[in-house]
């Protein structure tokens, strides 16, 4: 959903990008209007992909996600509890 949503987001800036650029350019006479809308909405959409990247890494690398590490170190700690148990290594979730 994250991803749909920069799409949207990338289309969207693009447009108000020539909108804003257009005017300028055809009444000001300011050419440098649209290489430098083109930029400021590069660097938005990058800005914002870099989350995604990294979610999208840590989801690849199978890792936990960081909204449910607590959760798991609490879980493991209550199993470490059990009688009997002596610890916990290596755990696949």
């Known amino acids: 959903m994250d991803g749909i949503f920069l799409h949207v987001l ?3 800036m693009g447009s108000v990008g020539v909108v804003i650029s257009t005017p ?3 009444y000001k006479g300011w050419l440098v209007a649209d290489p ?3 930029i400021f909405i590069s660097v938005l959409i990058i800005s914002s992909v870099i989350p995604l990247l990294k979610n999208s890494a840590e989801i690849l690398l199978q890792r936990v996600l960081r909204a449910y590490e607590e ?3 609490a879980a493991l700690n209550d199993i470490s509890k059990i009688g009997g148990v002596c610890g916990v290594q290596n755990a696949h979730l």
Request: hydrophobic fraction near 40%; charged fraction near 35%; aromatic fraction near 0%.
């Open 10 to 12: 990338a289309d969207t």
């Open 36 to 38: 430098a809308s083109s």
């Open 24 to 26: 300028l350019i055809k």
């Open 71 to 73: 959760d798991l170190k």
